[in-house]
Each structure stands twice: as C-alpha cells, then as structure tokens.
C-alpha cells in the first residue's frame, strides 16, 4: 500500500526539514510527527534516544510510509544504525529509514576555505562523535571541531530566544566554540531547532564565518536519493498532503507551527504507544 513521506523529530525542529522538502517536492505527501511530549532527547541517554526512536519509527510505519526522515539530529546520531542495520532486516525489510548526518558530512568539506568546520548541535550529538567520525570518511584533512549548545532547544521550544537571556546563551556558544579554534570559517547548524536562531546567530558571528543549514540539502539528497530508488518512490503518494502529528496537546504545537514554517496546517495529538 502507497504512503507518506515519514518526517520524524523529538519536537518542532524538524519542521525546517519538512519546509525544504515541500518546497523542493511539491507533489509528494508527507506525514510530520514530532515527539514535542518527550523532547528534548538532546539530554538523554542512548538507551531512551533509541527507544523512543523506534517508537517513532514503528508508528510512521503504522501509517503506510515507506521511507522515514529521521530529522533529528540526535536520533540520526543515536538511532538510525541500530535500525537500519538491525530492525529493518529483521521486521520491515521493504521500509527505509535516512539521517540527516550522511547527507551534510559528504558535502561540508567543499563548503570550508581554511579547513577547519565547527559543529554546533546537541549534547548528545556531539558525544557521538558521529560527525567528525563521517566526515573525516569525505574529508580526511578537514578538522572538526564540536561544541554543544544544551540552551538552545529550551530557548527554541519556549520561544524565548529573543529575550536577553536567550541572546546571552546564543552569543556564548559561539564565542566558546571560536575560542577553541578561531580558524573556523564553516559552522553546521547540526540541529534542526538551530535555523530558527540564524539570524540571532550571524549577529554575534565575526565576518568570514558562514553558517550552515541542512534543510534545503537534506531535501536535495532525497530527490536524488528517491531517483536512484525508484522502488521506494513507487511507494509514495503523490497528492501534496500534509499531515502533521504531535504526541503533546495539539493547540500548544499549533502556537509554534509559524514560527518554524508559514502554513495554514493544523496538527493533530496522538499517542504513539
Ligand atoms: N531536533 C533535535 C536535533 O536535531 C534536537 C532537539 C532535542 O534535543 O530534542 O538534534
């Protein structure tokens, strides 16, 4: 049976994902779930991160979707091996579930003059080494350098990061990880709450540094992915629905839902255990 696209993230970061792959893939269905009930999963351990990843996942399955976005950085971190490796095989050998770290790790080198990337993400991300370890498979004389920003999802999800408090923690985490190594020119958003701090961000950035945001490529690669798996886009209803799910209260997702993306959509409460 035909489905969605699944667009999975632990809350409303992924959203910045869905706005890519909707302006780029118009036609194509979607189905969003944000886990906003247990977010963030940027703290927690990699036995909760994978269970409740699978979670996740096993409902978007439910749903007919024949291909799953992990959107979050942190489940892409944490999740997406032991699945795709181990319960894929086992139980949904015609699904495929895709990270968003794969697709940003083998394109950042050709974005960095002097070599040197700065990674801003989650605590959990970031003691993945999941990015300096794929990125050093593309670009060995690259060097990578991590910083967490544990402030930033809160700010995010409370709306808060125009206050001066959420301005002080922006500012921090930058001249933090800058201290480590001025040469950085490149700095990947490696969450996908982030982008909606750019404009907070490139105020406290010197000239010269860019920063970079995986929406747009994260979108592409699945065009291209989608191309070189025709079976898979076989599998995806093409009516340009869009459906958005949350497991916490409906009305407090909808509060948010502009901040992040321009849309008329309302989303829906349900439980996926
Ligand atoms: N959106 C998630 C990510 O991209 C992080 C948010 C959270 O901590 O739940 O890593």
């Known amino acids: 049976m035909k489905g969605p696209i699944g667009i999975f993230d632990s809350g409303y ?6 706005k890519s792959i909707q302006d780029l893939m118009l036609e194509y269905d979607c189905l969003y779930l944000g886990d906003n ?11 909760v991160i994978n269970q409740y990843t699978l979670e996740a996942v096993e409902y978007l399955f439910s749903k007919n979707c024949p291909l799953i976005i992990l959107a979050c950085n942190t489940s892409s971190a944490k999740a997406l091996r032991n699945i795709q490796q181990t319960v894929l095989p086992k139980k949904f050998p015609d699904k495929k579930v895709l990270g968003v770290i794969r697709p ?23 003691v993945s080494n999941s990015y300096p370890i794929e990125i ?3 670009f060995p004389n690259v060097h990578v350098v991590q910083q967490s920003c544990p402030m930033w999802v809160p700010l995010v ?25 001025p040469r950085i020119d490149t700095i ?18 010197p000239i ?3 920063l970079f945001d995986q929406g747009n490529l994260i979108a592409q690669k699945l065009i291209d992915y989608l ?7 076989q599998q995806i209803l093409k009516n340009g629905n869009v459906e958005i799910l949350t497991t916490e209260a409906s009305d407090k997702f909808d509060g948010h839902l502009n901040l992040f993306y321009d849309t008329k959509n309302k989303s829906r409460t349900v439980q996926i255990i």
């Open 13 to 18: 970061g992924g959203l910045t994902v869905l």
């Open 37 to 47: 009930a247990r977010a963030p999963y940027g703290t927690r351990s990699f036995e």
């Open 104 to 126: 940003t790790t083998e394109e950042i080198g050709n974005y960095s003059k002097s070599g040197y990337i700065g990674i801003m993400g989650t605590a959990g991300t970031v």
């Open 136 to 138: 050093a498979k593309f």
């Open 157 to 181: 999800e409370n709306n808060s990061f125009n206050e001066e408090g959420g301005q002080y923690y922006i500012q921090k985490y930058i001249a933090e990880l800058l201290e480590k190594e």
């Open 188 to 205: 990947v958003l490696a969450c996908t709450h982030y982008p909606l701090l750019k404009s907070s961000i490139e105020k406290y950035l």
């Open 208 to 210: 010269g540094v860019n």
């Open 227 to 233: 191309k070189k798996h025709s079976d898979t886009d």
